[in-house]
């Protein structure tokens, strides 16, 4: 079966426009002979809801629309849609076949509440859990298809026994700097779709969505894979594409022509999603041209750029900051002119003479200069510098923040990609950063540079991969440091709530992560005894009947155990001299432990709760093999635990 993916960047809810051109793409593909079109999850409404007063409207927009495709397209079609549940995105997906519309995964729903699926999963208990009951399975022209829409959809698929030829994976999720499989086919070889086709035992058809939606980006970069894992097609990346490929179940392999997969060039694909990110969000507020703040360092260096790469130069606009050293105000000279940007200069000394003062001061020359030009400001702000450096109380930064989701260790490596295209950023402004100002931070590197890993180290951790205090301690050292940083990052909440919208380029965002307001407890480094719960037994109770029952049942398992292990010693363990253990009371605390956090809002017993992935612009599921937060060594070791 020839299988086409139409690869367009689209603009949300621009429904009749968007219906007009998923007609022509198909009839295209279809005279090219494909038997099946599918388009990108966020083509038609993007990725994130419309606010329910407005979905009726929506609804009636969107129906018409999937009619008039529905009327013209020459061949099957996959057009995937959005609805709301309970204020969370809810992806959808209609094949469009014969003139008649069918909601795949409502469809999966009702199948399987009909036969009786749901119920006999609810039955059977959490370790007993089988795939989701709407996990869409059809057959189309004799190949049996599954659909994915997100991570979590393909571990299902992955770890239970599908009958599918073919599973399509419609891109929902974002480019993300920690997450190799988000950046679709340019990283297959470092991301987990190969291991999908292992473990399928099937096709992956990998449809990227292309463009920006609210403030993720989507590199496109659609793909297919062959069940041994041979790359049979990819689309480029940021740009269109119509992907035509031949889909055989038959076929054993190997390919005749298969391709060679690309070597994954995170900061390249990083920076030009940021650059795609940029422009396209600018576009969508109704801007064409940016103001930046250029003083030498490194973040102003690196927003001028980037800036200067999505819009132009002419469409940027710098407010050249001198004033605070020399070196930095010669690198920022010659920025603007690499960059051949039109300046105007801002001496500090003309602000104030308090550094905390003008800083604040050249804010505000930046507004004024991006309303004269009908620009808008950008941000200097980093994620380092959101969650670390802006303090209650202090003046906030307008306008969109670019890095806003970029640590600054990564910023460096950012700048360093950019500077082998052409070195426009000078070696002064390249080491022109700060590490946050955490008491302790001079133990935890020779060098400002490796000072700075630890801390974004630490933020990482904690924010993209959920790890408690104690464990990141466990890992990397120093309790104080990283309660210290962890304690910032909670007293800075209030003053991130005051700043622009970021470009999302990770995971999980330091607004999925928001401290409550006004609480004011804090964790900090637990010894092992003390997470094993030492001290906290015999204080809990779930009620007498309960706690009979628990004990009953705790008791006769550790008689069968006991039967077990004397009969093992009877066969072995007196040869061996091995004496008899008694019971362990840390793994029992250990074990109480875990059912009360199984048990709390948070816990395992939340069915929806995705693993990994799961901040507002995720979609849950693991990141796969080399999802991981960074480069060094440091990252190293934390991303293989």
């Not at 426009?17 to 593909?29: D, G, H, I, Q």
């Not at 990083?270 to 973040?299: H, I, K, R, Y």
């Not at 630490?458 to 466990?474: C, F, K, M, N, T």
């Not at 990994?612 to 060594?633: A, C, F, N, V």
Request: glycine letters at 10%; hydrophobic letters at 40%; charged letters at 25%.
């Amino acid at each position: 079966m020839k299988i086409a993916v139409a690869q367009m960047r689209t603009t949300a809810g621009e429904l009749e426009r968007t219906a007009e051109r998923m007609v022509e793409l198909a009839k295209k593909a279809a005279d090219e002979g494909a038997q099946l079109v599918v388009f990108p999850a966020a083509a038609l409404m993007g990725v994130w809801p419309v606010d329910p007063p407005s979905q009726e409207g929506l609804l009636l927009d969107l129906a018409e629309a999937l009619v008039k495709i529905s009327e013209e397209v020459p061949c099957p079609c996959i057009v995937p849609v959005l609805s709301d549940a309970d204020g969370a995105p809810a992806p959808e997906a209609m094949l469009v076949h014969d003139g008649e519309l069918t909601p795949l995964k409502l469809s999966a729903l009702l199948r399987s509440s009909a036969t009786g699926q749901t119920d006999k999963h609810a039955g059977e208990g959490l370790e007993e859990d089988g795939p989701a009951p709407d996990l869409p399975v059809f057959e189309l022209g004799g190949v049996h298809f599954g659909l994915a829409f997100s991570f979590d959809d393909l571990n299902d698929f992955d770890d239970y026994d599908f009958d599918v030829d073919v599973v399509l994976y419609l891109d929902g999720y974002g480019f993300a700097m920690d997450d190799p499989s988000s950046a679709m086919g340019v990283s297959v070889s470092d991301g987990r779709f190969m291991d999908d086709a292992e473990a399928t035992d099937a096709w992956i058809v990998g449809v990227g969505s292309l463009g920006t939606y609210g403030t993720q980006v989507f590199t496109g970069s659609s793909f297919v894979l062959t069940p041994w894992g041979e790359l049979a097609a990819q689309s480029p990346s940021f740009e269109e594409d119509l992907l035509i490929a031949d889909v055989d179940p038959e076929l054993d392999g190997p390919l005749d022509h298969p391709l060679n997969p690309e070597v994954y060039d995170r900061p390249l694909v990083a920076w030009n999603a940021l650059s795609q990110g940029l422009a396209e969000s600018l576009s969508q507020m109704g801007f064409t041209q940016a103001a930046v703040l250029v003083d030498g360092t490194l973040d102003s260096s690196a927003v001028a750029t980037l800036a200067t790469d999505a819009l132009g130069p002419t469409n940027v606009h710098a407010l050249l900051v001198t004033g605070i050293d020399d070196k930095l105000d010669s690198s920022a000279r010659r920025l603007a002119e690499n960059l051949r940007l039109p300046v105007r200069e801002l001496p500090m000394a003309a602000l104030s003479p308090d550094h905390a003062l003008a800083a604040d001061l050249a804010q505000a020359h930046l507004v004024a200069l991006a309303r004269e030009e009908g620009a808008m400001p950008l941000s200097n702000l980093d994620k380092t510098a959101l969650a670390l450096e802006v303090l209650p109380g202090s003046m906030p930064h307008a306008g969109l923040a670019p890095l806003g989701d970029v640590y600054r260790y990564a910023v460096i490596e950012l700048v360093h990609m950019r500077n082998t295209i052409s070195p426009v950023i000078s070696r002064t402004s390249r080491h022109a950063f700060e590490v946050p100002a955490i008491p302790g931070i001079e133990e935890c590197g020779l060098t400002a540079e490796s000072r700075l890993d630890f801390v974004d180290y630490v933020l990482a951790s904690h924010i993209e991969w959920g790890r408690p205090l104690s464990d990141i301690v466990d890992d990397g050292g120093h309790p104080q440091v990283v309660s210290a940083i962890l304690d910032r990052l909670a007293s800075c909440e209030p003053a991130r709530m005051s700043c622009g919208p970021v470009i999302v380029a990770s995971s999980r965002t330091l607004e999925d992560v928001a401290w409550p307001l006004g609480m004011m407890w804090r964790d900090r480094a637990r010894t092992k005894a003390e997470r094993a719960g030492e001290g906290i037994g015999g204080t809990i109770s779930l009620g007498d009947d309960l706690d009979e029952a628990i004990a009953q049942a705790t008791e006769e398992l550790g008689s069968v155990a006991g039967s077990h292990d004397a009969s093992k010693g009877q066969q072995g363990g007196e040869e061996a001299g091995v004496p008899a253990t008694p019971r362990d009371r840390e793994k029992d605390m250990r074990d109480i432990l875990n059912l009360l956090r199984d048990f709390s809002l948070t816990g395992g017993l939340a069915a929806d709760q995705p693993e990994g992935r799961s901040g507002r612009h995720g979609q849950g599921g693991r990141p796969g093999p080399g999802g991981t937060p960074g480069d060094s060594s440091i990252w190293r070791t934390f991303s293989e635990n």
